[in-house]
């Protein structure tokens, strides 16, 4: 609205352009499932901010949680203990335990990117305690782990770090086999490509992979993430699973590592495990967390005392009030919404992945010899209309920028899940009207 026009001038006087990548919105409040601007528009968000609230924007038992943590006047840094940080290790070991079947421990941080740069370190440090020489890391083609070094290092968009100059050779990329842009999706390939690249399978350390591609919402097939586990297993490299945006419910499991039936040695957390304040956990294996000596892991602000009581309250009602299951249920209606979508407009939308609460629409046509040609034009078209109409989405994200997101928190009600479908199908038949 034009109100709002003078603030986002002010912010690009004042942050960087690489701030300004979203709808313009001036984002001043927001409850449950909308967002607010200061202006008395409303939204409905499919979003949860960057799939953060999955328990809905602003629960007022995690708003209290952290006003009673304020109150206790103990909010500084990892120099010492606190009660906050210890209780939501506990609560996060207690809930990857069972699924990773070997003691467990968690070293609580800020931000997604500390917990994948960390887990790239404990792997490092892992294999170079057994050979040192083991110390590739691999990865995957269009994957994200975040934006500081070692992070962007591991991604697998080369043009976001062009910037870095000269790579360490000993991060490598093989192919994600989303069977869209890669139609490939037998492990064979795995193995190729490292043999392509010359690198021995003794050499690897770790190979780090998101439970799903966040820019596509696109998961793996079982059986490859199978033969990746016997793969890490063989050759003693760590699996590491991305989990910054896929856990806490969002795909219907707890952990979307569920889905494929296997036990990782590291699991990084970020975004929803504190449903809004900074908090970020790499998790797993006990004794490779043990790898480093006290002391020579810490984060002045890592495991902020309000973030972590606010973040284990979050976890608290995700349990209690059933949200993983919600997301499996709504997020079926979703699905056979986008489905419907897709078949209204077969011949521009490529493919719909995604399971739960997150499904990414893949906007574009396909060659009749398979070759995806996504349409970025249509899919930023999209999003900005449906802003427009009040439902929230982000700018398109993904291969050629035209995968449109949708994540909505999960607690969101079917009847309001299929209002956002009807927005979505008008603003495509609008575009392409
Ligand atoms: N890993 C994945 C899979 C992510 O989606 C993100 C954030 N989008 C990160 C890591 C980095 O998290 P942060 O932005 O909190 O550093």
Redesign the pocket.
Known sequence: VPESLALLEEMRACEPRSVDCQPPLVWHGAQGVQVYDPYGNIWLDFTSG??VTNIGHCQPEMVQAARAELDAHRFFSYCFATEPRIRLARRLVDMLQPHIGTACKAFIM???????ENALKLARAHGRSLHPEKNVIVSFDR??????LG?QQMGGYPAAKSWIGNLDPAFVQVPFPDGLHCTDTSFNLFSRRLAQLGIAPQRVAGVIM?SYQ?GGASFAPEEYVRELRSFCSRHEALLIM?????GFGRTGRLFAFEHYGIAPDLV?L??AVSGGL?V?AVAGRADVLDMHDPGSMTSTHGGNPVACASAAANLEVLLRDGLTEAAAATGHILRQGLEGLRQRHAGHIMAIHGRGMVQGIHVGRTEPDGTPCPDGALAFDVTERAFRKGLLLFAPVGTGGATIKICPPLIMQPDAVLEGIDVLTQCFDEALS
């Open positions: 960057v799939l800020s931000t997604g990117s500390e917990a994948t994957a994200f782990h975040g934006r500081t992070a998101e966040g991305d989990e910054v945006q896929s990084c970020g975004k900074p970020s």
